[in-house]
């Protein structure tokens, strides 16, 4: 992998984990009954969120949101086991798998 690419694919996962992170924040205040202490950190993580998604290697804004989508899908099941201790079925593997291979495809596919 090319350093663009390592960055790039560091920029995504970072991107995702802030993002759910900071979407997290919001959800706890509004389903989990937690402080709103939290809604401070949570939009600092949505920040980093967006500058992370920045700093994607790709010459469209939209495409570079159409890959990350892969991603985030793939990241959320991480956090779906990690955090909120529920593990991802196979179901959700496989969804996951095939939207990674759509992220690649639309980020690295030949342009006519």
Do not use: Q
């Amino acid at each position: 992998m090319s350093g663009a690419g390592a960055a790039t694919l560091l920029a995504y996962v970072g991107a995702a984990f802030a993002e759910i992170g900071g979407c997290f924040a919001f959800w706890a205040v509004a389903r989990l009954g937690k402080s709103a202490f939290w809604l401070a950190p949570g939009a600092l993580s949505l920040f980093a969120f967006a500058a992370l998604l920045t700093r994607v290697e790709t010459e469209a804004a939209g495409r570079a949101y159409a890959a990350y989508g892969g991603v985030y899908i793939a990241a959320s099941l991480v956090w779906l086991w990690a955090v909120e201790g529920v593990r991802p079925d196979r179901w959700d593997a496989i969804g996951a798998t095939i939207c990674l291979i759509g992220a690649v495809l639309i980020l690295l596919g030949p342009r006519g």
